[in-house]
């Protein structure tokens, strides 16, 4: 039998690795890294390697499937994608011909391949934007304050290779995976120190000059005791300063109060490490911060430990220089009105957008554009402000991914909703409550692209084999469903005429398919970051070609008048998370653990791969972190399982007892959830045995107030050893 070498790319998780796949009569016999690619040079994972196993396992869905028995019955029958496609279709139709688009919701996960066609499919019903997605917890209280105040969005915007300080700040290793090589040659060769912030002592903390540990949703008051030192000790470019910013008076005095001693009371961090961080990160420049979730994205006051973020960042000064903040040409991943149908003067806070609570949350709409989810979820079981009627899940497993789960489940249940179909692999939690279930494609069997999300890259994505059966990729789902709504909005053929009329259109390279698929790597204009240095002084980054950043002010914005409009204070003011053992010391007396849920395994990507033995092997059961002290407390012991309950829920895991978490705090790692493993002879737990997110409040009163953000990572919690341990 002859061996196929094929190349492509690793969908896996956002690190796209380039991938080189052998097969053997549309089997997958070896996978490894692409050496070649110039993005991430050979470097691979088990969790990509769990490809060979996705694709040829016996219990994948393979065939569209129809309900027959009541809703979660677990009642099939195998329908063709015709029968499927014209059910969606003749759905859409009947919702807007009873109620209207808007009671329509298409929702998916976290950024996939088929982002801007899922924005075109939701533009063809008449809705547009995202439909429904995880963005109010998701990177974007990330970018978005980023954007308030330096004008654009940091999207793997670190240069790393020239920083003589990193800091990774609640960032996990597994997003790493191209760049760690060059951090340790940095802090190996360079002599850069690296810093780790987070409550977890995680594997980048081991190789940390300095790891400081805050308490869950405490960094926005990090960062103010960091300016606090920094101004103090005049540790800053004060030239800069005055020429490039603005509001730097204001923010000086609002950060006064922030003394290494308070904000050490409030991060539970020492003093003297808050000041050492100071010095190190003012005094070993170029400094360059790596921040993914942890200080800003899932915390109640989200948006402005974002702006506080960005406010140091600004003041340790290396913005657009070697080794510092990078400006990405046209802000990150590219698209088009042409593509999304969405036009470029749209008004997502305008009541024509119909965005459910978008007046309530005018931050998410602007920035998220989105339904916000908890709200969509309520708006199913209430009818207001409008009817829900139908939802289709494309790669998102809602029960195992939003906050409030018992919510959602309520509303999957109800007969309000009069339609749910899901797109997935396997049946998941939230595909067990579907109509319609849809199989799909997986990253070696699927003729797509990447979407340029990294650093401007075009990497082709043809297939190494065939999908088993009748799975089909999401592209294709879309443009099916597209067509069968308007066939003027869908002309192409299949997903490859739409890749190439897609990179033509974006990027003006006109290619034929073996061009594209054996060209592998392709610059774009986008790959230029960094080429050019300083661009704010000679008017690069605005659109008038004046000198500047991108901001009303045309300086950076230590107080933001955009900010204050969106329902902030102008400064980055700390808040202390809504329930906290500060905020709410008599939910504390019950709960007395602060919760911080959701940090990542190598092994699983969110709910997904909980089945496949290789990876489910090293984490057979739903565990959480508790420290060495408060365990001898409680009398937990390593392997026990342990009842985990908050405010709202309880939950059961198995301890994992150590010093990686700090003492008063409790970790529990995404997803609880696990399906059975076969091979492994392992049960399943259900979501609403083990699933994180029950735990977690929903809804008004309980989020960032104008961007929605649900409390993932800081909220209490009370932790117990089950008398029947072995449960
Ligand atoms: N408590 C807590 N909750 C969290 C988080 C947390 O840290 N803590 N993290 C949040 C974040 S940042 C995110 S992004 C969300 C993500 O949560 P989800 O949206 O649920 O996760 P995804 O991996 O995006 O999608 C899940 C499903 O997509 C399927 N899938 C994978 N690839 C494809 C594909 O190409 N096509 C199709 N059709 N299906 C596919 C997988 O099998 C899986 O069942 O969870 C959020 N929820
Ligand atoms: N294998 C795998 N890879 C993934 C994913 C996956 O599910 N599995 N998910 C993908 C997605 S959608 C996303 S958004 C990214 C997320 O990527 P990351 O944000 O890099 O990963 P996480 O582990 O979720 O969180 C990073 C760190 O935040 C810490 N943390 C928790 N609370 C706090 C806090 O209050 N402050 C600080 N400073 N840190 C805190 C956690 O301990 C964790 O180490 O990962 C992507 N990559
Ligand atoms: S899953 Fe692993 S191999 Fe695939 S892109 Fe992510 S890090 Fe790379
Ligand atoms: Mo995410």
């Given at each position: 039998?002859?061996?196929e070498?094929k190349r492509?790319?690793?969908t ?7 991938a080189?796949v ?9 996978i ?19 490809e060979?196993?996705v694709h040829s396992?016996?219990e ?5 499937l ?5 809703r979660?019955?677990?009642k099939?029958?195998e329908?063709?994608?015709?029968e ?9 139709r009947?919702?807007?011909?009873r ?12 950024s996939r391949t ?7 499919l939701?533009a ?5 934007g995202?439909?429904?997605a995880?963005?109010?917890?998701c ?6 304050p980023h ?19 990193i800091v ?25 120190k ?6 977890r002592?995680n ?7 300095l790891?400081?540990?805050p ?18 000790e005049q540790?800053y470019d004060?030239e ?11 923010l000086?005095?609002?950060v ?5 001693e ?6 539970w961090?020492p003093a003297e490490?808050i000041?050492?961080?100071a ?13 993914m979730?942890g200080?800003?994205?899932?915390h109640t006051n989200?948006?402005?430990?974002g702006?506080?973020?960005t ?15 990078m400006?990405?040409?046209g ?7 042409e ?10 806070n ?20 989105a ?12 009818e207001?402000?409008w009817p829900?009627?139908?939802m ?19 509303a999957?249940?109800s ?14 939690p939230?595909a067990k ?20 999300m ?11 084999v065939?999908p088993?059966g009748?799975c089909w ?5 879309y ?9 003027e909005?869908w ?11 897609r ?8 290619l ?5 698929a ?12 960094g080429?050019?240095?300083k661009?704010?002084?000679?008017g690069?980054?605005?659109?008038d ?6 901001t009303?002010?045309g300086?950076i ?27 709410t010391p ?5 709960y007395?653990?602060?919760l911080?849920?959701?940090f990542?395994?190598y092994?699983?990507f ?5 089945n496949v ?34 405010p ?5 895991a198995k ?24 091979q492994l ?8 045995e083990?699933?994180?997110n029950?735990l ?14 649900a409390p ?6 009370q932790?117990?050893?089950l008398?029947?341990?072995d449960?």
């Amino acid at each position: 039998m002859q061996t196929e070498r094929k190349r492509t790319v690793c969908t896996g998780c956002h690190c796209r690795c380039g991938a080189v796949v052998y097969t053997q009569d549309n089997e997958i016999v070896r996978i490894e890294g692409d050496a070649d690619s110039p993005y991430s040079h050979g470097a691979f994972c088990g969790s990509g390697i769990t490809e060979r196993f996705v694709h040829s396992d016996d219990e994948r869905l393979t065939v569209p499937l129809k309900r027959v028995g009541e809703r979660g019955e677990g009642k099939w029958e195998e329908i063709s994608w015709d029968e499927a496609l014209e059910m969606l279709a003749g759905k859409v139709r009947d919702v807007i011909d009873r109620y209207s688009a808007r009671s329509i919701v298409v929702a998916q996960g976290t950024s996939r391949t088929s982002n801007d066609w899922g924005q075109r499919l939701k533009a063809t019903i008449g809705n547009l934007g995202w439909g429904m997605a995880p963005l109010h917890v998701c990177l974007i209280p990330n970018i978005m304050p980023h954007v308030l105040t330096l004008g654009a969005g940091q999207m793997h915007g670190a240069d790393v290779a020239h920083a003589k300080t990193i800091v990774l700040w609640g960032v996990s290793a597994i997003n790493l995976l191209p760049e760690y090589k060059e951090i340790l040659r940095q802090k190996d060769e360079a002599g850069a120190k690296v810093i780790v912030i987070d409550p977890r002592f995680n594997d980048l903390a081991n190789n940390a000059d300095l790891y400081l540990r805050p308490r869950p949703g405490t960094d926005g008051a990090l960062f103010l005791g960091l300016m606090n030192i920094i101004i103090k000790e005049q540790l800053y470019d004060k030239e800069f300063i005055d020429s490039w910013t603005y509001g730097f008076d204001e923010l000086a005095e609002m950060v006064l109060e922030w003394t290494p001693e308070k904000t050490s009371e409030t991060t539970w961090i020492p003093a003297e490490l808050i000041e050492e961080a100071a010095r190190t990160m003012a005094g070993e420049k170029p400094t360059t911060i790596y921040p993914m979730l942890g200080p800003s994205c899932m915390h109640t006051n989200a948006i402005q430990s974002g702006r506080a973020l960005t406010c140091l960042t600004a003041l340790l000064g290396p913005v657009d220089v070697p080794g510092g903040f990078m400006y990405t040409p046209g802000g990150g991943p590219a698209s088009s009105p042409e593509l999304t149908l969405i036009p470029p003067d749209w008004n997502f806070n305008a009541p024509e957008a119909n965005l459910l609570d978008g007046d309530k949350y005018p931050a998410f709409a602007a920035f998220g554009n989105a339904n916000v989810p908890y709200s969509t979820f309520d708006a199913v079981l209430t009818e207001q402000p409008w009817p829900i009627k139908m939802m289709v899940f494309v790669a998102n497993d809602a029960l195992n991914c939003y906050e409030a789960s018992p919510k959602v489940f309520e509303a999957l249940a109800s007969p309000n909703l009069e339609f749910i179909a899901v797109k997935d692999f396997y049946l998941t939690p939230t595909a067990k409550m579907a109509d319609l279930v849809l199989p799909s494609s997986s990253w070696s069997e699927r003729d797509t692209i990447d979407e340029e999300m990294f650093k401007g890259l075009i990497i082709s994505n043809p297939r190494a084999v065939d999908p088993p059966g009748q799975c089909w990729d999401d592209w294709k789902f879309y443009l099916e469903w597209g067509r069968r709504l308007n066939p003027e909005l869908w002309p192409w053929a299949d997903e490859k005429e739409m890749v190439l009329w897609r990179v033509k259109l974006l990027h003006g390279i006109e290619l034929t398919w073996d061009e594209y698929a054996e060209g592998a790597y392709f610059e774009t204009d986008a790959c230029k970051v960094g080429a050019e240095f300083k661009k704010y002084e000679s008017g690069k980054l605005r659109p008038d070609g004046q000198p500047g950043f991108m901001t009303p002010s045309g300086r950076i914005e230590f107080f933001s008048h955009v900010t204050e409009s969106l329902g902030y204070e102008p400064l980055p003011v700390y808040h202390e998370p809504l329930e906290s053992p500060v905020s709410t010391p008599e939910v504390a007396k019950d709960y007395p653990f602060v919760l911080t849920t959701g940090f990542r395994l190598y092994s699983f990507f969110h709910s997904a791969w909980t089945n496949v033995p290789g990876q489910r092997e090293l984490y057979p059961y739903p565990f959480v972190l508790i420290n060495t002290k408060d365990a001898a407390e409680k009398g937990i012991f390593e392997g026990d399982w342990v009842e985990i309950s908050s405010p709202r829920a309880a939950i059961k895991a198995k301890a994992q007892v150590s010093e990686e978490i700090g003492a008063g705090v409790i970790a529990l790692p995404r997803p609880g959830w696990r399906q059975a493993c076969k091979q492994l002879n392992l049960p399943g737990y259900n979501w609403d045995e083990v699933g994180i997110n029950t735990l977690l409040p929903g809804g008004p009163g309980t989020t960032d107030k104008s961007f929605s953000t649900a409390p993932m990572r800081s909220t209490l919690c009370q932790i117990k050893r089950l008398e029947n341990s072995d449960v």
